[in-house]
């Protein structure tokens, strides 16, 4: 119990510290709010002061954080699709078809090669490492594109590309790691079928569908209710955290992806419902996304295996490198010509550079790592990400305004 204690007093100090410095944090301190929470975890974890320690083996631990991480993810990802204007994958359809089908599998194949060839890893577990560090985490993605700094400097577009793919890619990124895990794990014979219909039709399929229903269902009721004075004062807030766990649960009891059916669900929801509505509530609902996200990076901090980091030595260093700088960029560079919603080389390089991993691969590598049995699949991952919140995070706000002054001297120089 004593640990529980500092646990809720070290996190309701922290989200209270965080909300009080909100703005000097994103303007002026070179952490995002993950960042510092992660630095937290560390310093109250085992390799700081030690005032948290869980005395329960990694497995236990490691379920913890992929239920944190799941909870995470759903709260996130409907924030995120609430900010979208409705049906704007539909009015976006050549931009996303190209990030999600070309530039997601690009991001995979070369993740996996890198992991492959520096670390020494087996193909096969490398391709489950590289899936799992795929898709761009809309934790980290909001804290650069949401705020006074983002709206300051981005175009909206800009904003909204990166928070249409970071919510989409988090449950389209489940197909690329169950590959590899049924590689892993099954006869070759079963791989295909179940591959192509339990995964792909079923647990994708199902999900967006299941979402769609319960989100498009949702937000009718709600207007319904509006219309007839059934409800006093709406809640949205309320409305969207229920829909949220409602949808999560579901879906894992029927057993379809549940990130991909929350995600769903926002897009139905936001479809069926007023705009206006939903604008008035947007900074309660970014409150409660951080109330959520310093709890996760902070038990992240706390269980880091360094042991296991220094025993890689420097190619755990190259490898970081490697896949902060080849993992995306080069990718975005390449195929912005058919992006549209990309004008130039600037948007590509800074849309290339922010695709942050974050609670996305948390999720997937603790699931990965208790089904194959692959230990460095968790060592690997975690060490990756650990280096992208602090990296992601210490350049959002200078590229952020960088990305404005450059845009600023482009259009005098056009006048």
Do not use: C
């Not at 992991?115 to 985490?137: C, E, N, Y």
């Not at 996760?296 to 360094?306: A, C, D, N, Q, V």
């Not at 700088?325 to 912005?336: A, D, F």
């Amino acid at each position: 119990m004593h640990t529980a204690h500092v646990a809720i007093t070290v996190l309701g100090a922290l989200v209270i510290t965080l909300g009080l410095f909100s703005i000097p944090i994103e303007r002026f301190i070179l952490f995002s709010s993950p960042g510092i929470a992660m630095a937290v975890g560390v310093l109250v974890g085992p390799a700081g002061f030690g005032w948290i320690s869980s005395q329960r083996p990694w497995p236990e631990s490691a379920g913890t954080l992929a239920l944190a991480s799941e909870l995470t993810m759903a709260i996130a990802l409907m924030g995120i699709a609430l900010r979208l204007q409705p049906r704007y994958f539909l009015r976006n359809s050549k931009t996303m078809a190209v990030l999600l089908l070309v530039v997601m599998p690009l991001m995979w194949a070369s993740t996996s090669i890198l992991v492959h060839l520096i670390a020494g890893i087996p193909l096969v577990v490398a391709m489950l490492i590289g899936a799992i560090l795929t898709p761009t985490d809309p934790v980290l993605s909001t804290t650069v594109v949401h705020g006074k700094v983002a709206e300051e400097n981005l175009p909206s577009r800009i904003r909204e590309v990166v928070s249409a793919e970071s919510g989409a890619n988090d449950g389209l990124a489940y197909p690329l790691v169950y590959l590899p895990l049924l590689l892993l794990t099954k006869p070759a014979e079963r791989i295909a079928p179940e591959w192509l219909l339990n995964v792909l039709v079923f647990e994708v399929g199902g999900a967006i569908l299941l979402g769609a229903v319960f989100g498009g269902l949702t937000g009718r009721a709600m207007v319904w209710g509006e219309k007839r004075k059934m409800v006093e004062a709406p809640s949205l807030l309320a409305f969207t955290l229920a829909l949220s766990l409602l949808t999560l649960g579901a879906a894992e009891l029927v057993g379809v992806n549940g990130i991909l059916a929350v995600f769903a669900a926002g897009l139905g929801f936001g479809a069926a419902t007023p705009v206006e509505d939903r604008s008035s509530e947007e900074k309660i609902q970014e409150a409660v996304n951080q109330f959520f996200a310093v709890p996760i990076f902070t038990l992240f901090g706390i269980f880091l295996p360094w042991q296991e980091w220094l025993e890689l030595g420097w190619r755990g260093f190259w490898l970081v490198t490697a896949i902060l700088l080849l993992r995306r960029l080069p990718v975005m560079m390449l195929l912005r010509r058919w992006i549209a919603l990309l004008g130039s080389a600037r948007d590509a390089a800074f849309v290339g550079w922010f695709g942050p991993m974050g609670v996305a691969a948390l999720f997937y590598a603790t699931q990965a790592e208790s089904k194959t049995g692959h230990h460095e699949v968790w060592v690997l991952s975690s060490l990756v990400v650990f280096s992208s919140v602090i990296i992601h995070g210490a350049t959002g706000t200078p590229l952020t305004r960088w990305y404005g002054e450059r845009a600023a001297k482009s259009q005098s120089s056009r006048a």
